[in-house]
């Protein structure tokens, strides 16, 4: 077979539907292991679905009985261990009774281990920095990342609109662990600042409900301060749809 086309070949996307470990840390004290099955694969980058959010610039370790000619490393192991960037997320609701929602994920594979600074800050973004290659992956600061880092300007307007909403953090196992009842300060499409009595690091992934919205949306813990009277607050940016306030 010509040489060309086998190495085109290989970098089709595959539907394999290989089973998938999935590591993620949120923040430095908290992480969590999902199996699931890969939806399609190439030498490069991998589809798949979880049943708990992540967001796109997040890093994840994955391990696949990956075949020998998809690999660009570890020939010789039963397992492909591989680090992987986030590219993208999309909510998803299969067609059975239970109606509960999971998570489309679509990742670049970026190599054996992760940048340094991963290890300083597992909930920081990153970005490609080139093309994808079998030469590897170069990894920047995602654009939020710098944003936040060096700006405290916000891109979409935050209105004063006091939202009724149902909080719940999850634990290892993907379960609720903590829920309560709160309001936010202000909301934009985007995000929002919101009460709350949990002391939830930056970097976890949240759910809020709206019942007078008839809405759910997945967020992530940005930063946390305190408000008048010294209540406290999180701050919040959602990660799988915006919130309707235009």
């Not at 694969?41 to 589809?47: E, H, N």
């Not at 798949?48 to 959010?53: A, C, I, M």
């Not at 759910?207 to 999180?234: E, F, H, Q, W």
């Amino acid at each position: 077979m010509n040489d060309q086309v086998k190495s085109k070949r290989i970098r089709e996307r595959l539907e394999l539907r290989l089973p998938v470990r999935v590591h993620c840390r949120e923040t430095p004290d908290f992480e969590w292991t999902e199996v699931t099955r890969l939806l399609d694969v190439t030498p490069f980058g991998a589809g798949f679905t979880l049943k708990r959010p992540t967001e796109r610039g997040r890093l994840l370790h994955m391990t696949i009985p990956m075949p020998r000619p998809l690999r660009v490393f570890d020939h010789v192991e039963d397992q492909y261990k591989i680090w992987a960037l986030v590219r993208y997320m999309l909510t998803t609701v299969p067609a059975d009774d239970k109606k509960v929602p999971c998570f489309e994920v679509g990742v670049a594979f970026i190599g054996k281990r992760p940048p340094q600074s991963y290890e300083e800050d597992p909930a920081r973004r990153y970005e490609l920095a080139g093309p994808i290659s079998e030469g590897g992956v170069s990894l920047q600061d995602s654009e939020n990342t710098r944003l936040a880092q060096n700006s405290n300007d916000r891109t979409h307007t935050r209105h004063n609109i006091p939202v009724s909403l149902s909080l719940e953090v999850f634990n290892e196992k993907g379960e609720v662990a903590h829920a309560e009842s709160t309001v936010t300060e202000n909301i934009s499409r985007r995000g929002a600042t919101v009460y709350s009595t949990f002391d939830v690091p930056v970097g976890r992934f949240i759910k809020l409900t709206s019942a007078d919205y008839n809405l759910t949306v997945y967020a992530v813990v940005r930063g946390r301060s305190k408000g008048a009277a010294g209540m406290p607050r999180i701050h919040v940016e959602f990660i799988d749809r915006e919130w309707p306030v235009d």
